[in-house]
């Protein structure tokens, strides 16, 4: 792992094609990102599609507590959300992307029926981006659900018992009792929710293979790919990937220092 990202950092100082042989050009790449309107915006899109993380979270933490009660049907209600974690995230993105079709696609026709006449919501410059944050929640909830439920179920019951003896109602058991529980998962998904957000390229190269409308919906990895090989500019595509990576690894740590004082509060 070492050698290709010492590589990495070498050939983000060079202008290099991907071909022919590196040539040294100083710090042309990092002096052309900082002009480069392009890429802020890419950057500005990427952590806007970051807002589904909190919701995804959200729901898939509804949805455990909602099956982790003793009723009929609940291991046909987690195979159902988690089905769509293991389906491929290419078919997955053409489904969606048909669904979102402006003029036949199941969304508007599903709008429709209540007197809605939506948008063409992958060709709006608007509508991209919350269309594609929708799909990833949807594509994630599964799996963040079965990790709480897990959690929710390895919580030991008679701290519940002890806490509702000395009169604690649902809601203060949950906020002194459930949300502590499970904050090791929860910071587990919140770091790796983050780490795959910086990554996200599949859904838009498939959905919006233009970057979308006004390059609305692109993301800095694909801005990253489409530099690299489609107009072979590998040191400047290197460049912005050392400082992608330079960023997960700061929003990392930080993560981590947050948890370690949250823990240490809970203590």
Do not use: C
């Not at 480069?36 to 599609?49: E, Q, R, S, V």
């Not at 649902?170 to 929860?186: C, D, E, N």
């Amino acid at each position: 792992g070492l050698y290709p990202l010492g590589y990495a950092i070498y050939a983000s100082f060079t202008n290099w094609n991907g071909l022919s042989d590196p040539v040294f050009n100083g710090l042309d790449n990092y002096i052309q990102m900082a002009a480069d309107p392009y890429f802020w915006k890419a950057m500005w899109n990427t952590l806007f599609m970051m807002i589904g993380i909190p919701i995804g979270l959200a729901l898939s933490l509804l949805l455990a507590l909602a099956l982790n009660r003793k009723m009929r049907g609940t291991t046909f209600f987690r195979t159902v959300y988690y089905v769509p974690v293991i389906s491929s995230l290419a078919a997955v993105a053409i489904l969606w992307q048909w669904a979102y079709n402006g003029d036949f696609g199941l969304i508007n026709q599903v709008l429709a029926i209540v007197g809605i006449d939506g948008p063409n919501w992958l060709q709006n410059a608007d509508t991209a981006k919350p269309a594609i944050i929708i799909m990833s929640v949807w594509k994630g909830l599964g799996f963040s659900m079965l990790l709480y439920l897990a959690a929710l179920q390895s919580v030991p019951r008679h701290l519940y018992e002890a806490a509702a003896i000395d009169g604690a109602n649902a809601f203060q058991q949950f906020r002194h009792i459930t949300i502590p529980m499970l904050s090791p998962v929860t910071f587990f998904l919140v770091v790796t929710s983050i780490i795959g957000g910086a990554q996200i390229f599949i859904e838009i190269n498939i959905m919006t293979p233009t970057g979308g409308p006004e390059f609305s919906t692109a993301s800095i990895v694909w801005y990253i790919w489409q530099k690299a090989f489609n107009y072979l500019q590998m040191g400047y595509a290197t460049a912005m990937s050392v400082v992608l990576g330079l960023l997960v690894f700061v929003i990392t740590a930080i993560q981590f220092r947050i948890n370690r004082r949250f823990q240490f509060s809970i203590d």
